[in-house]
């Protein structure tokens, strides 16, 4: 949407100030480890190049990753632009000042609802926002909490994708039972000792996976309608744990049958020092608990500040009024809704006020029309608890650590790296000499190597794993967390009108003496009307972001509540605009009043007047009088003889 500026502002202020700090603080620390290591390169270079080099790559990656996360935190920190256009309109909006922002916004794909589906919402006193949850995941989690249904898709989407990430851990789990059981009771063979450990480096990597997955899945970029949560991931599992170890078993029976390995085989294996996912694991699971336990808190507040209510006001009578039926829709559209604007920002029209005439003969039809509106959305400011602030606060501060950690646990692969290079070149140098030492008998050499070797991988595996944990945790926090942070809520008038009726066409003279030079002839259209109104007060819901687009997501309405008072207004002011209306034209100003008067001066003066009349006037009326006499008179002696004849 362009930024259309206005002297009076909506009041929407910046609400990621606290959260921004926080976030370029993170980011500065990272960016500090990211110079720590770069300045290691100048005491390492001289004593080793390789390791210089692996220094010099971490500590770019960090200082990158560093001042990209401080530079999201200052954005989030500059001046918040909000134009007069925002937040987005629910449907497309027909207001002619403002097809560039409609178009825009269609482009953009943010309109949530389309004209329709408004319309029905009034009429059937329904909210079609309240959509029922997607897939076998999505109905359990809306099972547990019902009241989730009733909040915006993004929070419904968090505790969906909360929720089915405990329970694939914990399903992760019970799968590793039945592995443990599988192999513990000889099903799978003499393999029983090896699938654990395996099994269980499988079991944390599909963890960090779908742990990681769930934090990318919420972030308002990408969140626009209500996820699906099925259960497949749950069968996958399952499946798995059941066909793993049987894997595992035959393998292993292939090799004895094909390799029969000798004692010095089981002498060098016992020296190798086995990776254990259970540290990574109990860590995954306790930050994830954690984590769990913010989100769960803080929609749990959220859900107890939602409202359900599907209530309108309603107006329906019939009228009968000299009008014509388009002026009722243009005073409705351009004087009463108009002077409910806020701050005189033009209204939402979502069906335009077109109304369908079909005229039929001697200036009788019939007429339809509609008219959907929202007013300019209000920023309602929720004051909420101590308690939500409280943990929203402490959930991106905790998030922000989680990422320094993670931050530092990446530079902490750095001299891990660089042994694992020297110890390479070294095992490249010997490895001759071992093996020649191990043909002739002697094992204590690869021993001592394959046990170095060991120690070195899981180490580095060791803190690959508790980096990705770490930093997975950390950004699923920090996603979620800054919906909560990002919520902005508006209330507007929307009013839906439905009129129908019928007109007739009839004419109004006045002046028509035959004295009267003036005169005003009038059609009058005499129109049965019958109006339906529905309004309702909406509390709507957007989520907000920094930069060009910062209050340009898609808005949901949240409730509908009664405004009975406000329609009963509207109602006054159109019927008061109908009794006002004037039938007969007649003068405006005093000038046209002023020439009236002199044209019936003039009509006087032209009339007959005995007192007035000349000579000559006296003559020619003494002439005609003389004349209808002997007219008479000569109609009398007719007469006469006749009735002396009978």
């Known amino acids: 949407m362009a930024y259309d500026f206005g002297s009076k502002g909506l009041g929407i202020g910046n609400p990621f100030k606290q959260e921004g700090l926080i976030r370029t603080l993170g980011g500065l620390a990272i960016a500090g480890i990211g110079l720590y290591s770069v300045f290691n390169v100048t005491d390492i270079i001289e004593q080793d190049m390789t390791k210089a080099w692996v220094y010099a790559a971490v500590g770019l990656v960090l200082l990158i990753a560093g001042f990209k996360r401080a530079g999201s935190g200052l954005f989030q920190l500059f001046k918040f632009f909000v134009g007069r256009s925002v937040p987005s309109s629910l449907a497309y909006n027909l207001t002619k000042s403002e097809k560039e922002n409609a178009a825009l916004e269609r482009k953009e794909n943010v309109l949530a609802y389309k004209s329709a589906t408004l319309e029905s919402m009034l009429m059937g006193r329904k909210n079609a926002t309240f959509t029922e949850p997607l897939g076998w995941m999505g109905r359990f989690v809306h099972s547990i909490f019902p009241k989730l249904i009733f909040l915006p898709y993004p929070i419904r989407n968090i505790s969906q994708e909360i929720v089915s990430v405990l329970t694939t851990t914990v399903i992760a789990f019970i799968a590793f039972g039945l592995t443990y059981f599988v192999s513990s009771s000889g099903l799978a063979g003499e393999a029983g000792h090896i699938i654990m450990p395996v099994f269980s480096i499988f079991i944390l990597i599909y963890l960090v996976a779908a742990w990681r997955k769930a934090a990318n899945a919420v972030s308002l970029d990408r969140v ?48 190798v020092t086995v990776f254990s996912a259970w540290p990574s694991l109990l860590t995954l699971i306790g930050l994830g608990l954690v984590t769990a336990g913010f989100v769960f808190y803080l929609v749990n507040i959220r859900s107890q500040q939602s409202t359900t209510n599907t209530e309108v006001s309603e107006y329906r009578e019939n009228l009968q009024e000299s009008v014509h039926p388009n002026e009722i829709f243009i005073n409705i559209e351009n004087i009463v809704l108009a002077n409910r604007r806020y701050k005189e920002i033009p209204n939402r029209t979502y069906m335009n006020f077109d109304p369908v005439l079909e005229e039929q003969s001697q200036g009788k039809g019939s007429f339809a029309g ?16 101590a308690s939500y602030k409280t943990t929203r606060l402490a959930s991106t501060i905790l998030a922000q650590v989680l990422m320094v950690i993670g931050a530092y646990l990446f530079f902490s692969v750095a001299p891990q790296i660089a042994a694992g290079i020297e110890f390479f070149q070294y095992f490249a140098d010997n490895i001759s000499r071992v093996s020649r030492a191990a043909n002739n008998g002697t094992i204590e050499p690869l021993q001592t190597l394959m046990a170095d070797t060991s ?14 944990i770490v930093t997975t945790i ?47 002839e009038n059609f009058i259209v005499k129109s049965s009307i019958t109006p339906w109104v529905v309004s309702s007060r909406i509390n709507t819901s957007t989520f907000a972001t920094s930069g060009a687009r910062n209050v340009e997501m898609p808005r949901y309405v949240m409730s509908m509540s009664k405004n009975d008072d406000e329609l009963t207004s509207i109602v006054d002011e159109i019927k008061s605009f109908l009794r006002a209306r004037e039938n007969i034209a007649g003068f405006s100003n005093t000038a046209d009043l002023q020439h009236a008067e002199n044209i019936l001066k003039v009509n006087n003066a032209s009339r007959y007047n005995p007192n007035q009349i000349a000579s000559a006037d006296e003559e020619a009326a003494g002439f005609l009088r003389n004349e209808q006499q002997n007219n008479d008179e000569a109609n009398e002696d007719k007469v006469a003889p006749e009735k002396l004849t009978e």
């Open 224 to 271: 626009k309608q209500l996820n699906s949560a099925g259960a497949a991931s749950v069968a996958k599992i399952i499946t798995f744990s059941i066909l793993f170890p049987v894997a595992i078993g035959g393998g292993y029976h292939f090799v004895n049958q094909n390799i029969n390995p000798n004692n010095s085989f089981y002498q060098v294996a016992d020296k």
């Open 455 to 468: 120690i070195i991988v899981v180490a580095f595996i060791s803190t690959l794993f508790f980096w990705q």
């Open 370 to 385: 509609e008219l959907l509106i929202e007013t300019q959305p209000e920023f309602s400011s929720v004051e909420q608890p």
């Open 474 to 520: 950390g950004r699923m926090l920090e996603n979620f967390s800054h919906i909560f942070w990002a919520e902005l809520q508006f209330n507007s008038l929307l009013m839906y009108m439905k009129t129908e009726g019928t007109f007739a066409e009839s004419k109004i003279s006045t002046g028509m003496s035959m004295y009267d030079s003036t005169r005003s």
